[in-house]
């Protein structure tokens, strides 16, 4: 009898231990990667240079994703991914809490205010924003002008913050981002200076160039804005035939998520641009679909479809926005950058 009391007051101790409320942990940054049981300096620099910076981030990891950029085995993985989560004590969000990550969220103008609007005040940090479309539609265009605009003050609709741009075609054209710097009263010289461009030769090239980003920003903290364009021309070069499009799609993933990471942890607005392919089996509506169709519909939070309007004006169509009604904007594309439609401005 005696006993049985003795274990029930183990059993009141064991839940009044369970509903003590844990602290949550936000002064996880001062815990680094290679403290980690497990980890060693190698893989964490592995670790850091995949776009995992600090433990959160690796918390939040996915381990098939970590297994194969860090080249370790899946346990390991897994491992770490855990040990991660304990380190970091990672509790939920509480609505509170993600409504002040959300305030710190900044807008790019696309320099029509149409455009803008549709985007709910512009392209967005922590967000990535995929415009899909035609050849000559635009979707260059805006990411000249956004690489400039990003660098303006803030009450013209920038973030006096730098550019990183990923070419994947050989499209980049130092002169347009002039001819736009000029346009908005700024030196064109500086403006090149703030962007930092790579040229990427394939798609594994592209997937490293996207890794090295963290070490730039480490670099240059004013960095605002990541340009991809485009997101698939060298995947969808190398990846011909159904047999490896899964591998593909695998890999341009890894790609999305790094980049969505890299948005989240540095308020960063990542810009991406995608080809439409035609398709012949598609004899009403719209014969075209994005290229990577699916997988970046799924990670991407903004897509954009932009067309050819009417006396070459471009509409551009929200097609996917977790808040924003979907609807129409439509724009020009003029000597002097991206701007409203004559008709719009008369309004
Ligand atoms: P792809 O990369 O080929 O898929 O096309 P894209 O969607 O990137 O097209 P891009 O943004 O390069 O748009 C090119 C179009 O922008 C041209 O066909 C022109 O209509 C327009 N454009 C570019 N520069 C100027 C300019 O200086 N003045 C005017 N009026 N239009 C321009
Ligand atoms: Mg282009």
Redo the contacts with the bound molecule.
């Keep these: 009898m005696a006993k049985k009391e003795d274990e029930d007051e183990t059993v009141e101790e064991k839940q009044k231990e369970e509903e003590k409320v844990e602290p949550i942990d936000t002064d996880y940054e001062y815990k680094d990667i290679k403290d980690l049981p497990g980890v060693g300096a190698a893989t964490a620099s592995k670790i850091r240079n995949a776009g995992y910076m600090d433990i959160i981030s690796l918390a939040t990891a996915n381990p098939l994703e970590l297994a194969e950029i860090c080249e370790v085995g899946e346990p390991t993985a897994r491992k770490i991914v855990a040990e991660a989560r304990e380190a970091s004590k990672m509790n939920f969000m509480s609505g509170l809490e993600f409504e002040d990550k959300r305030k710190s969220v900044q807008r790019i103008s696309t320099g029509s205010q149409a455009f803008d609007i549709l985007l709910g005040g512009g392209v967005e940090t922590q967000a990535i924003t995929e415009c899909y479309?035609?050849?000559?539609?635009?979707?260059?265009?805006?990411?000249f002008q956004l690489a400039v605009n990003v660098q303006l003050p803030k009450e013209k609709g920038g973030l006096e913050g730098h550019a990183i741009w990923i070419d994947t075609?050989g499209?980049f054209r130092p002169a347009?981002i002039e001819?736009l710097a000029v346009a908005k009263n700024v030196d064109p010289k500086e403006v090149l200076q703030n962007i930092r461009i790579g040229r990427a030769y394939s798609s594994d090239h592209q997937a490293l160039l996207v890794d090295k980003i963290p070490e730039l920003i480490n670099k240059d903290p004013k960095i605002k804005l990541i340009i991809v364009?485009?997101m698939m021309a060298l995947f969808r070069a190398e990846y011909v035939g159904r047999g490896t499009l899964a591998d593909r799609q695998q890999k341009v993933n890894v790609v999305l998520h790094t980049l969505q990471r890299l948005a989240d942890r540095f308020n960063i607005a990542v810009y991406i641009?995608n080809?439409v392919m035609a398709r012949p089996d598609v004899m009403f509506g719209d014969p075209t679909v994005a290229v990577g169709g699916h997988i970046i519909g799924h990670v991407a939070t903004y897509r954009i479809y932009?067309r050819k309007g009417k006396k070459?004006s471009r509409v551009a169509k929200l097609v996917d926005s977790p808040s924003l009604p979907e609807g129409e904007a439509v724009f020009e594309?003029?000597?002097n950058g991206i701007t409203d439609a004559e008709e719009e401005k008369k309004k």
């Design positions: 479309g035609e050849y000559g539609s635009g979707k260059s265009q805006l990411a075609e499209t347009r001819q364009d485009s641009t080809q932009l070459g594309i003029t000597a």
